[in-house]
Structure formats: structure tokens, C-alpha cells
């Protein structure tokens, strides 16, 4: 399974940006997924979640009614809709999916097996 997320960039405080994490080797459809980002000299910490239907989704709380999690399991594909973004949201955000189907929704990184690249986010103040 290869996760490939795209769409990182450089923008100013209060723009948007959305995040896409496109799947190969692996029909996404069935599973849980998640994005976590890394800042700088920190660690990496769970953004947001979304069960294999979408009906169940999870935030952190720093992004909480700014960011969306959404997917298109037809298109194999995951999005985060980040608006109203802060210069701490500055990151490397990377897409993350389990091996196994069905299972709920994690804010725990080791709950997910398979990672991407990464995407960069810069939001300048």
C-alpha cells in the first residue's frame, strides 16, 4: 500500500489549503484513515480522522471548526479542507491508513501501519 499526499504549500495566516492523499496497492474503501502532522522540534500529533464511511470523524482540538476530513472511497482518495490557517499550523502533514478494515477511528499513531510521504504546510503571520 503506497499513500501519496499532495497539496502543501505556502500561504498567509487565514488562508486555505486542502490536503489530498491519494491510495495505490489498495482500495481504500473499508478502512479507517487519518492525517497527523510534525512541526518542527515536536512531535508528530494527530490532526483528524475519519472511519471507512465517514460517518465517524474525529478533530484535534486546535483544529476544530477550521479543518475537514472527508474521502472519496470511488476515487481511492482523502481530503483535509484546512481554512482559517494560523502560523502554528505550520507542519509537514502526513496521511496514514491501518492494515486492518473496519476498525474505529484512532487519534493513536500506532494504531495506523502505512504513512506517506508527507506534505509540507508553511501559513506565514
Known amino acids: 500500500v503506497q499513500l501519496q499526499a499532495s497539496g502543501g504549500g505556502l500561504v498567509q495566516a487565514g488562508g486555505s489549503l486542502r490536503l489530498s492523499c491519494a491510495a495505490s496497492?489498495?482500495?481504500?474503501?473499508?478502512?479507517?484513515m487519518g492525517w497527523f502532522r510534525q512541526a518542527p522540534g515536536k512531535e508528530r500529533e494527530f490532526v483528524a480522522g475519519i472511519n471507512w464511511s465517514g460517518a465517524s470523524i474525529l478533530y484535534a482540538e486546535s483544529v476544530k471548526g477550521r479543518f475537514a476530513i472527508s474521502r472519496d472511497n470511488a476515487k481511492n482518495t482523502m481530503y483535509l479542507q484546512m481554512n482559517i490557517l494560523k502560523p502554528e499550523d505550520t507542519a509537514v502533514y502526513y496521511c496514514?491508513?491501518?492494515?486492518?478494515?473496519?476498525?474505529?477511528?484512532?487519534?493513536?499513531?500506532?494504531?495506523?501501519?502505512?504513512w506517506g510521504q508527507g506534505t509540507l504546510v508553511t501559513v506565514s503571520s
Open positions: 496514514a491508513a491501518p492494515k486492518i478494515s473496519g476498525t474505529v477511528v484512532s487519534r493513536r499513531s500506532p494504531s495506523y501501519d502505512y
Open positions: 496497492g489498495r482500495t481504500l474503501g473499508g478502512y479507517a
